[in-house]
T-cell receptor, first 115, second 112 residues
Framework: NAGVTQTPKFQVLKTGQSMTLQCAQD?????MYWYRQDPGMGLRLIYYSASEGTTDKGEVPNGYNVSRLNKREFSLRLESAAPSQTSVYFC??????????????FGDGTRLSIL | KQEVTQIPAALSVPEGENLVLNCSFTDSAIYNLQWFRQDPGKGLTSLLL?????REQTSGRLNASLDKSSGRSTLYIAASQPGDSATYLC???????????FGTGTRLKVLA
C-alpha cells in the first residue's frame, strides 16, 4: 500500500508565484488534513476535510485554499506565495466514524522554500 | 485554548535504558491523544492512540498512559535501541472537532 502520497517532495518558489500541493490516499479514508511544520512550533493545522465535498479552516488558513477533489485527493493551493510560507507541508488522512477513534496516517511531506 | 507541551526538547540515553517521555496539556477535556514518531525527513507515524475513556495503551516495547485530570500523558519505552532514535510527538484532539493540537516533540537519541 502506498498510503498517503504527496507531490512534489521539494519546491522552490519566488515571492508572488502560485502553486498547488497534491495529496492522495489509497486507504479509502473519509477525512483528510493539511498541516505545516515549522521549527519550534510543531505541526499546525491549515485546513481539513471531514468528508468528500466539505472543507474547514484550521489554525492557520490565511494565504491558502484547498480542494477536496474526490474521496482520494485533497490539494492545497498557495495563490501568491510569501516567504512566511516557507515550511514543510504534511498531508494526513484518517477514517472517522462515530464512536471510533482512528489514527492519522501521514505523507512524507513537501519541503517548500519561498525566496 | 488547548496547549500541548513536551519536555525535554531533546534526550540522549544509552542503549538498553528504559525511558519516559512526557506530554502535558492544559485542558482536560479531550477526545483522544496520539503519540507519533517522526524520523528525519519523513512524515509522522502513529504509535499509540488513547481514547479519553482509557488509561493506557501498549504496543510491543511501548506503553502510553493518560491522566486527564492532571493533563498528562507519558510514553514509556522499554529496553531502548538505537533504532528508537527519532522525534516523538504527542497530539490531543478536543471533543467535537476533527482537529489535533500537537506538541513540539522530544528528540530522542539512543546511543549504541
Amino acid at each position: 500500500n502506498a498510503g498517503v502520497t504527496q507531490t512534489p517532495k521539494f519546491q522552490v518558489l519566488k515571492t508572488g508565484q502560485s502553486m498547488t500541493l497534491q495529496c492522495a490516499q489509497d486507504m479509502n479514508h473519509n477525512s483528510m488534513y493539511w498541516y505545516r511544520q515549522d521549527p519550534g512550533m510543531g505541526l499546525r493545522l491549515i485546513y481539513y476535510s471531514a468528508s468528500e465535498g466539505t472543507t474547514d479552516k484550521g489554525e492557520v488558513p490565511n494565504g491558502y485554499n484547498v480542494s477536496r477533489l474526490n474521496k482520494r485527493e485533497f490539494s492545497l493551493r498557495l495563490e501568491s506565495a510569501a516567504p512566511s510560507q516557507t515550511s514543510v507541508y504534511f498531508c494526513a488522512s484518517s477514517e472517522e466514524r462515530q464512536g471510533r477513534n482512528q489514527p492519522q496516517h501521514f505523507g512524507d511531506g513537501t519541503r517548500l522554500s519561498i525566496l | 485554548k488547548q496547549e500541548v507541551t513536551q519536555i525535554p526538547a531533546a534526550l540522549s540515553v544509552p542503549e538498553g535504558e528504559n525511558l519516559v517521555l512526557n506530554c502535558s496539556f492544559t485542558d482536560s477535556a479531550i477526545y483522544n491523544l496520539q503519540w507519533f514518531r517522526q524520523d528525519p525527513g519523513k512524515g509522522l507515524t502513529s504509535l499509540l492512540l488513547i481514547q479519553s475513556s482509557q488509561r493506557e495503551q501498549t504496543s510491543g516495547r511501548l506503553n502510553a498512559s493518560l491522566d486527564k485530570s492532571s493533563g498528562r500523558s507519558t510514553l514509556y519505552i522499554a529496553a531502548s535501541q538505537p533504532g528508537d532514535s527519532a522525534t516523538y510527538l504527542c497530539a490531543v484532539r478536543p471533543p467535537g472537532t476533527y482537529k489535533y493540537i500537537f506538541g513540539t516533540g522530544t528528540r530522542l537519541k539512543v546511543l549504541a
